[in-house]
């Protein structure tokens, strides 16, 4: 996969991020966290999928793992799960 392929969506998956975690400093940190997981193999990009749509899906895999890792208080966890239950459904 081309990483100028993944930059384009860059923008977009920050904007997400922060939506999710309220800030953006925590936005960005999570998205960093998320790419030094997949260097590290901890994490894969699914290669039968659109790469918006991959990253996204690890972007989730990621953050479901720090969710349920308890690396965020449950303040902030609380706050996460009410904001993904606002989100629409559609992309």
Known sequence: MP???IARHLPC???YARALTGSQPHGDATVQ???AS???DRLVLAADL???LALFQAFHAHWRRELNG???DSEAQS???RRLQSLSPEF
């Open 50 to 52: 659109p790469v918006k």
């Open 13 to 15: 998956l920050r904007r």
């Open 33 to 35: 966290a998320m790419f």
């Open 3 to 5: 990483t100028h392929d």
């Open 79 to 81: 706050g996460a799960e």
């Open 70 to 72: 308890h690396s965020i």
């Open 38 to 40: 997949l260097l590290a």
